[in-house]
């Protein structure tokens, strides 16, 4: 079942918008990339931001698949423990 509405979840026109099948990465990638407005994730937005989004994935495809392929990094202020810890004092 299509979720429909008469505005757009991301821009807030109004146009006949409805939910479009985005991925929980492609929506993650999205929102990092500050091209959709949190809120617009998973809800129903119009055809020329679907448009839109659509073309910035298939654009940046690469840089997703390099994040993918990286060595992951520790969380910045991430503790990596080797052995037993110190105690402060």
Not at 8 to 32: G, H, P, Y
Not at 40 to 51: F, G, N, T
Request: charged residues 30%.
């Amino acid at each position: 079942m299509q979720h429909l509405a008469d505005t757009c979840a991301n821009c807030t026109t109004d146009a006949k918008s409805k939910r479009r099948d985005f991925s929980e990465q492609a929506w993650a990638v999205l929102l990092v990339w500050k091209e959709v407005q949190a809120g617009a994730v998973d809800q129903p937005i119009c055809d020329e931001c679907y448009a839109e989004l659509r073309e910035t994935l298939i654009d940046r495809a690469g840089e997703i698949e390099d994040a993918l392929k990286a060595p992951k990094q520790p969380q910045k202020g991430a503790v990596v423990a080797k052995g037993k810890s110190r105690k402060a004092g």
